[in-house]
């Protein structure tokens, strides 16, 4: 905690906030927390830490997308500390957060499944905030600087890939593409795999570790017209035209032209079955249909978001009152205290803590404490009926995503068919 709050690192602070603790004495809460855990380990809290690329973006924005991953990953249930550092040449975010949840004393499960969640909410928040996101998988290994310059189009591969790509429309075979690399002063190496290398650069780059479109035989198929990358499997589902004209993938390969122009024919039968089986008779008709479905899967998303802070208020709540009951021994032997100075002194922290929980109940109206089952019963009753508009919310949302791709399947089929006007009605 002393770490991530580090004045130094933090703009004296101004870039640390909290959620169900104060900062200040979150080391005390968490531990207070931790001698509640139906389940004992070893594990006290959590340690994220979230990157962005140097420049794209600032520390007050940063922050607030470190906040909004703690509060969608951690769902209310867990108080954490959230600080940004400024201190290096990227900004990032620390996020320490309790081991122990709030409302029924569990123990955070922590495993692969729950990284790859934390992973996706954060690459999805970043791409809504138009930042970077290096993808899992892609350019494993590699450092910042040499995935930047991939990014940049600036890497040694990607000048390759560009420089391949340039000459495989002008090759007349495969011995004809070589002697083209070698005229933009490519050095050449010919053995159980083909390698170039460029002026300045240290080592040789082998073909095959560009990707599947670069291998010797790849690329021997793309100058003869044939290659076809491979697709992975085609489900029945609706999927978005492609646009011939505009495909580079297209222009390359007479192979994937083909494959593209009968995805397109697929397509175009699955978006007017699609028409017919839900009754949609016109353009107008569709984009009304898009409109109400679109207002439900935003109604639906304000109910989700609205039960999500009633359970994090609630689950603060239930933490106060709990804090209040562990705690009123010890206030009670305080209040006996002969020297009440000397027991203060040594007691600080937790008396601090009970007064901070006292005082938000007070200020919500508490005059004494209410019933912690009572409370814990309302926050799972809370509890499932937000796991209902979760679903509520997740078929909105995939109505909405297939009723998008039909609707630019019908605007690109409109574009592309002669007497568009003719085509209004159907």
């Known amino acids: 905690m002393d770490y991530i709050e580090n004045p130094a690192k933090t703009d004296e602070k101004m870039l640390v906030s909290s ?3 104060s900062y200040e004495t979150a080391d005390i809460e968490f531990e207070l927390l931790l001698s509640q855990a139906m389940q ?3 594990n006290l809290a959590h340690h994220l830490i979230q990157s962005f690329a140097p420049g794209e973006t600032t520390p007050e924005q940063a922050h607030e997308i470190g906040r909004q991953l703690a509060d969608e990953v951690l769902q209310g249930k867990y108080p954490y500390v959230l600080t940004t550092h400024i201190d290096k040449g990227h900004v990032h975010n620390h996020i320490i957060f309790c081991a122990v949840d709030m409302v029924n004393q569990r123990k955070y499960v922590s495993n692969r499944r729950s990284y790859a969640y934390i992973r996706r909410t954060s690459d999805r928040l970043c791409k809504e905030h138009g930042l970077s996101v290096v993808m899992p998988g892609q350019d494993r290994g590699k450092s910042y600087a040499e995935w930047d310059a991939h990014r940049k189009g600036t890497s040694w591969k990607a000048k390759l890939k560009a420089a391949i790509d340039a000459a495989i429309p002008q090759a007349k075979d495969f011995d004809d593409f070589l002697r083209l690399l070698q005229e933009q002063s490519y050095e050449v190496k010919r053995g159980k795999y083909v390698s170039f290398r460029a002026p300045g650069q240290g080592r040789f780059t082998r073909c095959k570790t560009l990707g599947e479109a670069y291998t010797e035989e790849a690329i021997t198929e793309r100058i003869k017209g044939r290659f076809v990358e491979r697709k992975p499997k085609e489900n029945r589902k609706i999927s978005l035209r492609i646009d011939l004209e505009n495909s580079i993938k297209v222009q390359q390969s007479a192979g994937y032209e083909k494959w593209a122009k009968l995805h397109n024919l697929k397509q175009v039968a699955r978006t007017l079955n699609f028409l017919t089986e839900h009754e ?10 898009v409109a109400e479905i679109a207002a ?7 109910a989700l978001k609205a039960a999500e802070r009633r359970l994090a208020e609630m689950a603060v709540l239930i933490k106060d009152v709990t804090t209040c009951k562990e705690l009123r021994p010890l206030l009670q032997e305080y209040q006996r205290a002969a020297d009440k100075k000397q027991f203060r002194r040594k007691h600080e922290g937790t008396l601090i803590l009970y007064e901070a929980a006292a005082k938000a109940l007070k200020e919500q109206g508490f005059q004494k404490l209410p019933d912690l089952y009572t409370l814990k019963a309302e926050y799972k009753q809370l509890a499932e009926q937000k796991d209902q508009l979760q ?10 995503q297939e009723y998008d791709i039909i609707k630019q399947n019908v605007d690109g089929i409109l574009r592309t068919a002669p007497g568009k006007e003719q085509m209004q009605e159907r």
């Open 19 to 21: 959620f169900a603790c």
């Open 40 to 42: 004992k380990g070893n």
């Open 296 to 302: 439900a899967s935003t109604e639906a998303a304000a």
């Open 391 to 400: 679903r509520q919310y997740n078929d909105a949302k995939r109505q909405m």
């Open 280 to 289: 949609i008779e016109s353009y107008p008709d569709l984009e009304s249909r």
